[in-house]
């Protein structure tokens, strides 16, 4: 960040900094939401035997246990399901404040002018795209894979993670419920 400040200035190496930082934060997600989830999964393997799945050694009817599991549950709400809420909320108030920087007259311009030029009919598509361009200097990495305009889908994915990785890890494994 400091290089990057001295060679380009502090928006863009701030901008470069929150891109890297989603990025790294996506790429640690689904391993960190699993390991929350097994916190709190415990198996019963006797009448009095009470155990976590991930460690029989572990037993799951002490009061360290119990106070391991709020604190993990504490995390799931706060970073596996806040995470991407957080990430939505974000990207659609830079979305609406990146709008209000595109809607002047010359702008307007310059978007039609590319939509003629590129021969596009839909101008709200350009317009969009343009936005996403500017958008991407600070999520790149999250929205870049997506269509102009699609950029909750990342926040849609990890959604889809936290339900496969972390809540269908709590169903009985192998049972006809979390097969369905």
């Known amino acids: 960040f400091l290089s990057r400040r001295a060679t380009v200035g502090p928006e863009i190496a701030k901008a470069s900094l929150r891109s890297e930082l989603f990025f790294i934060l996506f790429l640690m997600y689904p391993s960190v939401t699993s390991k929350l989830f097994l916190l709190v999964k415990c198996r019963q393997l006797g009448p009095e035997m009470y155990v976590l799945s991930s460690d029989y050694g572990q037993p799951c009817d002490t009061e360290q246990h119990a106070r391991y599991e709020a604190v993990a549950w504490f995390l799931i709400v706060f970073f596996a399901l806040g995470v991407p809420v957080y990430l939505a909320l974000a990207m659609w108030r830079t979305r609406v404040a ?11 311009a310059v978007i039609q002018r590319v939509a003629k030029q590129l021969k596009e009919p839909d101008v709200d598509a350009v317009r969009e795209a343009v936005i996403d361009i500017e958008q991407g200097k600070i999520y790149g990495n999250l929205i870049g894979a997506f269509r102009p305009g699609c950029f909750f889908w990342e926040s ?5 993670k936290l339900i496969v990785i972390g809540l269908l890890s709590l169903v009985a494994q192998g049972s006809t419920f979390q097969i369905c």
């Open 156 to 160: 849609a994915d990890m959604c889809r």
């Open 98 to 108: 990146e709008r209000a920087n595109f809607a002047t007259v010359e702008w307007e």
